[in-house]
């Protein structure tokens, strides 16, 4: 229930009578324990004090109309996702947020696990050693993607090589990366438009935020992401596509393919 409520300057006016509606509110909230708060047109229209008595009494205070809306669009947002997910967290299966007892998937972990769950990706093979690669990597269409796996940030360690063309040349290539934790060996994707970054953050209260954006090499760089709230339909997750700068490359830029 959200109460309309402008409270004049004290300094200016008397507020005496206005006093009887904000007793009323809290009164009521207090009988009935009903979710309750209160929306003032303005900002300045409800002072501090007044706020700080209705967070002791759990009464919510929304402080301008265009502000106070926004949060009511986005708390029932959320309850409907909290309603579809549950209202406490699943147990964590993949990764948990806590370093103490959280574990990082190397690469091929996880495009094990998202192509468990339908999500296309490349062939590949995984080995601890060049000479295993090599030999587990016959069955791949060459030229494949090399990757040593345990480091986060490949490129920057040189622990990736494209276009590698036969298992020799694969061999010669993986026995290169010093510091990798093992190897992966993928086919390559031809024809690529971008590379999207994909987030999925879930926080204490189950609730789950879907993150999108430039991916590769600029994540960083770029910083280009937007975000939606889960679940979403496809209409938002388009919708937060659009507000990226990498928008423009899955559209088409100058001549190239769309998305």
Not at 199 to 223: P, Y
């Amino acid at each position: 229930t959200v109460f309309i409520l402008d409270l004049p300057r004290a300094d200016r006016c008397d507020p005496s009578g206005y006093q009887c509606a904000f007793d009323a509110i809290l009164g009521a909230q207090k009988r009935t324990g009903a979710r309750a708060a209160i929306l003032s047109s303005l900002v300045e229209n409800f002072p501090e004090d007044r706020t700080a008595a209705c967070d002791a009494a759990g009464v919510v205070v929304l402080h301008g109309l265009d502000e106070g809306v926004a949060a009511i669009d986005a708390a029932i947002r959320a309850g409907r996702s909290r309603d579809r997910i549950g209202s406490a967290p699943p147990a964590p299966v993949l990764l948990s947020a806590d370093p103490k007892g959280g574990r990082v998937l190397t690469e091929a972990e996880a495009k094990a696990a998202l192509s468990a769950r339908g999500l296309g990706v490349p062939r590949a093979v995984t080995a601890e050693t060049p000479e295993k690669l090599a030999a587990a990597a016959q069955g791949l269409a060459f030229p494949v993607a090399l990757k040593g796996l345990g480091v986060a940030h490949k490129t920057e360690a040189g622990a990736v090589k494209l276009n590698v063309p036969s298992p020799g040349a694969l061999a010669g290539a993986a026995q290169g990366m010093t510091g990798a934790r093992g190897f992966l060996a993928e086919e390559m994707v031809a024809g690529a438009v971008a590379e999207i970054l994909v987030g999925i953050t879930r926080d204490a209260t189950g609730l789950m935020l879907l993150t999108v954006g430039a991916g590769g090499i600029f994540a960083e760089m770029w910083a280009d992401t937007a975000s939606v709230l889960l679940p979403a339909t496809d209409e938002d997750i388009r919708a937060a596509l659009s507000r990226t700068r990498i928008a423009k490359a899955l559209a088409g830029w100058r001549g190239r393919p769309a998305a």
